[in-house]
């Protein structure tokens, strides 16, 4: 056939292209879907305890009785929820606080101060320590953290204090590898101009590179405290799991994931106890989009 | 940098049979317009060399010869060969750039074999006999005068080769195609003098059976080497003439001035 | 105070900080490796999992979950293949593209509970799938699949661009380049992306719980015929793996070694995935350096 025909006319490659396009935008469009509707589930779901059990959804935030199948004093099931809140979100926060020294001096470390060969052996630490399954570190809670508490502070050893420092090893390799990938990209210039000027090392890190890595080490710690706000097992396994409002850090204690974790296998479908269930997993749902959101801010805003 | 009046130009028309005429061609990036109304004709069967300072849009509009601007650039204008015009939507690109191969700057190898890289296009292609197979890698190489170099490892991977090496690969890789028209992208910018002269050698030799078109911000080698020059200047063509006028009486002061080393 | 002197002990702050990492590390390892590999035995792997009684083994726990490992790598390999491609060579600069970004995002930031209860709620209960290897595989396709998708994402792009360039000039459609060029180049950071992939997948219990389940039935492993209830291949009978069982030997605390068994299973999958560590950057090495350079 004539060139000048060939090329106005379809080939094998046009219907390559064309079956290809499609294949891959059905592969992305599958996960789309997915994710609508995990949420459209999810919320569904959650809301059925205010819509169908009508129950209040601020007495839902803000009572601290939990006995979906029990009715309260003024009528009304129980379904208080504010203790998991509370105990998730302390665990959440003192976990994020007690890993971000180590993870900034570990950046620090990786990226300024330490020798070529021991930044590698300090990235494979940190690799490693993502790699170990939250169910073991859930064992090693269990076995060691636990009864360590117990020994120095009293009490059954379980709580917010062993959750935490179980959680805390496990954000820190996610806040470090975060840290240091922030910290990379502060421009030498601005380091070695600090330098130039008479500033001590560290005066330089603190002022300098710190200073313009904020925004990104902020990023690093919201992704850590998404981390710990969301396990299950390993906190499940050392929180006590009494649904009780936290008094202090040693008391056995109850997070939205630990509840769920035990409570979905006991109650049946349907039920508002069942319900009041997945209200719980519709909040950490909300709070893992908040913190989605809270990321993409910071992103934009750049620099506070 | 000097002004000069980008308006102005000297566009010689040659009573010969063209390989590919452009009419009115405007490219551009976004906002940003790199190609202002060039209408240029390159005849069949010749070396066509398309010099200027880098930026001037000769390589833009190079790559719009080809299709290879789509998706990356909006090119406005009818680009005619052999009477279709392939700046068209209703295009069939894959086809056409069987017909009108392209050779870049940097050598692009693919990561396979010698043979490989010659032969997996073909048979992409249809072209499923091992024999045909066999002969076109042979005949190609020695076209593009590296078969001696390689013959004995043709199944080695194409990444151990040299720099010139890898770009008279690339240069077999796109005549095994048997194109009618031939695109070089600045072919030996990036590489050393004597990669350079084997590349100029190979061209010379492929003139008599392919319509050339040559970018290059090299002029010693678009003299030795082209029968026709056209010299761009930041998106406007400037002059278009036969290599031995435009080298020795240009017609525009840019033209002289680039020509001579007294730019910018 | 003098500059100097604040710098000598910020630097001794810095150093003090990362031995105490390195430590944690050795410490964790270290026990579960010393505590843990005594249980170890061939009699260990081998024999199934008692409830009530001492010196249960691991035997359809391990293999419960390399089985379910490789039934969410079938699924979700070809998904996010596709979706990395999309990603990388497909997809415009537009809107749409970041809407698809963030949901990608989004996925990977769910807590795996969360996961794990949806495909409870979808496929467990309402699809009639039961607790099964094949709910608990979907489930972990969904924890998998940001991640897979990211890293095909990423070595495809991480291909130079001259390569596509070639390809397109040679009249290839950009499909056949980037199947029959840019993949074949980006494979080494793929087959590491998936082995590490396969490491947090080995060690993924939350999500698994209500959907493959906490029990692991007796199974024939003579049994071929998937379709059996007893076939060990069978995937729709439930089945606890081995990240499950340390959990529930744990919260439930009716097996009298229950402490012996968590730290041998750790120590199992401890090692498992630090050999998916190594061998993933060995593969990955070794096929970059198979591809780039002559033999």
């Known amino acids: 056939m004539e060139i000048n025909k060939k090329i106005l006319m379809p080939s094998k490659e046009t219907r390559q292209e064309r079956f290809g396009r499609t294949l891959s935008f059905i592969s992305i469009s599958a996960i789309v879907v997915l994710v609508a509707l995990i949420l459209y589930f999810i919320i569904s779901k959650g809301i059925s305890t205010f819509t169908d059990n009508h129950v209040n959804l601020w007495d839902f935030i803000s009572r601290q009785d939990w006995s979906p199948s029990t009715i309260g004093k003024d009528g009304k099931p129980e379904v208080g929820a504010l203790p998991m809140i509370v105990t998730s979100f302390s665990v959440t926060f003192l976990s994020a606080l007690l890993a971000t020294p180590f993870a900034i001096a570990a950046g620090i470390y990786m990226t300024v101060i330490g020798p070529k060969k021991s930044r590698g052996f300090l990235q494979t630490v940190i690799e490693l320590l993502v790699g170990i399954p939250s169910v073991v570190y859930g064992f090693i809670g269990l076995t060691i953290i636990v009864p360590i508490v117990r020994t120095l502070f009293g009490g059954t050893g379980f709580g917010i204090l062993s959750a935490t420092l179980v959680l805390f090893v496990m954000v820190l390799p996610t806040i470090t590898s975060l840290t240091v990938d922030s910290l990379n990209a502060v421009p030498k210039h601005l380091s070695e101009a600090s330098l130039a000027l008479g500033a001590t090392r560290w005066q330089t890190i603190y002022k300098v590179i ?95 | 940098m000097k002004n000069y009046n980008l308006n102005q130009q000297y566009v010689r028309d040659f009573a010969v049979e063209n390989a590919i005429e452009a009419h009115h061609v405007n490219v551009s990036y976004g906002e940003h317009q790199s190609i202002f109304d060039v209408s240029l004709s390159f005849p069949r069967f010749k070396v066509t060399a398309m010099i200027g300072a880098s930026g001037s849009g000769k390589s833009t509009f190079l790559r719009s010869i080809n299709r290879m601007n789509d998706n990356v650039a909006t090119v ?49 292609h249809g072209i499923k006999d091992k024999k045909e197979l066999d002969q076109r890698v042979e005949t190609s190489l020695k076209e593009a005068a590296l078969w001696d170099e390689v013959k004995d490892k043709l199944d080695e991977s194409a990444l151990s080769l040299s720099g010139g ?14 194109p009618d028209v031939l695109l070089l992208d600045e072919p030996a910018s990036a590489l050393d003098p004597i990669s350079t002269s084997k590349i100029e050698d190979t061209l010379n030799r492929l003139k008599e059976k392919y319509t050339i078109i040559i970018v290059t911000h090299n002029m010693q080698q678009a003299s030795r080497m082209s029968d026709y020059t056209a010299f761009f200047h930041q998106g406007h063509l400037i002059e278009f003439n036969k290599t031995s006028h435009i080298f020795t009486r240009p017609k525009m002061q840019a033209t002289e001035d680039y020509i001579s080393g007294n730019f910018g | 105070m003098n500059p100097k002197v604040v710098n000598k002990i910020a630097t001794g702050v810095i150093y003090g900080l990362v031995i105490l990492v390195v430590a944690i590390l050795a410490a964790l390892i270290g026990y579960i490796l010393v505590t843990g590999v005594p249980h170890i035995s061939w009699h260990f792997l081998t024999s ?34 596709g979706a990395g491609i999309y ?16 949901t ?105 719980i209500y959907t493959a389940g906490q029990s692991a039935p007796f199974v024939d492993y003579t049994n071929w015929n998937i379709f059996s ?29 229950a402490n012996a068994i968590s730290s041998g299973s750790s120590a199992v999958l401890i090692i498992v995935i630090l050999l998916f560590n190594i061998f993933a950057h060995w593969i990955g090495n070794r096929l970059y350096k198979k591809m780039t350079s002559s033999k």
Not at chain 3, 55 to 69: T, V
Not at chain 3, 239 to 254: C, F, Y
């Open chain 3, 104 to 208: 990608i995002e989004v996925l990977s930031s769910l807590p795996s509970v969360v996961v794990g209860l949806f495909c409870y709620l979808l496929f467990v209960v309402q699809m009639r799938m039961g607790f099964s290897i094949l709910s608990g595989a979907i489930a972990l396709t969904f924890f998998n699949l940001p991640l897979l998708t990211r890293n095909i994402e990423t070595s495809l792009e991480s291909v130079s661009s001259l390569q596509r360039e070639a390809g397109l000039s040679l009249g290839l459609s950009q499909w056949k380049t980037i199947t029959g060029i840019i993949l074949p180049a980006a494979v080494p950071g793929i087959i590491t992306g998936i082995i590490l992939s396969a490491g947090r997948v080995f060690g993924e219990a939350a999500a698994l």
């Open chain 1, 210 to 304: 710190l200073r313009s890595a904020t925004p990104g080490i902020l990023t690093a710690i919201i992704f850590g405290m998404a981390r710990a706000f969301g396990e299950a097992l390993a906190v499940q396994m050392v929180i006590g799991n009494a649904i009780l409002m936290p008094k202090n850090l040693i008391t056995p204690s109850s997070t939205l994931t630990s509840q769920l974790t035990t409570g979905i296998g006991n109650t049946v479908m349907g039920t508002l106890g069942n319900n009041a269930l997945w209200s719980l997993a519709l909040v950490l749902l909300l709070m893992s989009l908040f913190f989605n959101i809270l990321v993409k801010l910071i992103g934009k805003r750049g620099k506070f």
């Open chain 2, 165 to 178: 090496q890898a770009q008279r690969l690339c240069i077999a890789r796109a005549i095994a195609m048997k």
């Open chain 3, 87 to 102: 990603l990388a060579e497909y997809a415009p600069k537009n809107w749409f593209t970041e809407i698809i970004k963030t």
């Open chain 2, 76 to 124: 406005d204008g009818d680009i005619m060969y052999r009477d279709v015009n392939i700046n068209d939507d209703k295009i069939n690109v894959y086809e056409l750039r069987k017909h009108i191969g392209m050779v870049f700057q940097r050598p692009n190898p693919f990561a396979k074999s010698i043979r490989e890289n010659i032969t997996f296009a073909l048979k992409k």
């Open chain 3, 48 to 81: 199934p999992a008692q409830s009530f009684l001492a010196g249960g083994g691991i035997r359809d726990q391990l293999f419960n979950s390399i089985y379910l490992l490789v039934l969410t790598l079938i699924i979700s390999f070809p998904i996010a293949l």
């Open chain 3, 229 to 257: 209830d007893t076939s060990f291949l069978n995937p729709l009978r439930p089945a606890e793996t081995l990240a499950v069982h340390i959990w529930k030997v744990n919260s439930e605390g009716i097996t009298p070694d």
